[in-house]
């Protein structure tokens, strides 16, 4: 036990000799021990903070921010759309790794096909990286910025969106339809367009001063002619 303590002493001693004999050094380079002490275990907390993981930041974003979603679903949502998306790809990477190329790669598989889930991802994952940069867990630009940047690798989601329009209504089967229309509530402007053919313009934009109900005539003021409606 003795010799173990004289052991420690002599290696304290040691120790404490080579520090006195680094601080000689700094001074005589014209630096402050202290502060090189100092700056030295804020770069190693940084290096620690740096090993969060995404999936990591995630759930700590979430926790600070949930309570201020008072909508049980858009919580779940917010979850659902990093977990099923995003952590497969880069959940288990620093943040401070991520860059650009991670995250094209979460998001070109699905930006073709599921726009708007693309576009509320990409949207996620910068809330996420921006807090994870204010925490001190990351540095520089935020990879998912997308004006004057993401915007210059995908396409605005309005030229890529795949437009699905109704089927159309065959003339033999107007009646019929209008027929429902009729019967049905919440179906006037649909009626109306179906019996003057105006455009949707002209019907948004219509005033009742325009219409004489009693002759049943509908006077487009800007487009200077008149359209007879008699649904009789």
Do not use: C
């Not at 120790?15 to 001074?27: D, E, G, I, N, S």
């Not at 921010?65 to 979850?79: L, T, V």
């Not at 027929?179 to 649909?190: I, Q």
């Amino acid at each position: 036990m003795r010799a173990w303590a004289v052991s420690s002493a002599i290696f304290t001693f040691s120790m404490a000799r080579a520090a006195a004999a680094t601080a000689r050094a700094l001074v005589k380079a014209g630096k402050d021990p202290i502060q090189v002490r100092e700056a030295e275990r804020d770069s190693q907390r940084r290096q620690e903070a740096r090993g969060l993981t995404f999936d990591q930041a995630v759930q700590r974003f979430l926790d600070g921010h949930e309570s201020s979603w008072r909508n049980p679903k858009h919580r779940q949502q917010w979850r659902n759309t990093l977990a099923t998306y995003a952590s497969p790809a880069i959940g288990h990477l620093s943040v401070a790794e991520i860059r650009t190329g991670e995250v094209t790669r979460v998001r070109d598989p699905i930006w073709k096909r599921k726009q708007e889930t693309a576009s509320r991802l990409r949207g996620r994952i910068e809330r996420v990286l921006d807090w994870a940069k204010v925490r001190g867990h990351r540095d520089g630009e935020n990879p998912t910025r997308w004006r004057g940047h993401l915007d210059k690798v995908f396409a605005a989601r309005a030229k890529v969106r795949q437009v699905k329009h109704h089927a159309a209504t065959l003339s033999d089967d107007m009646p019929a339809v209008y027929a429902r229309l009729r019967e049905s509530k919440g179906t006037a402007a649909l009626r109306f367009v179906i019996l003057t053919a105006g455009r949707a313009g002209e019907i948004t934009g219509s005033l009742w001063p325009e219409i004489d109900r009693s002759s049943a005539i509908w006077t487009v003021v800007h487009t200077e002619y008149s359209i007879h409606w008699h649904e009789g």
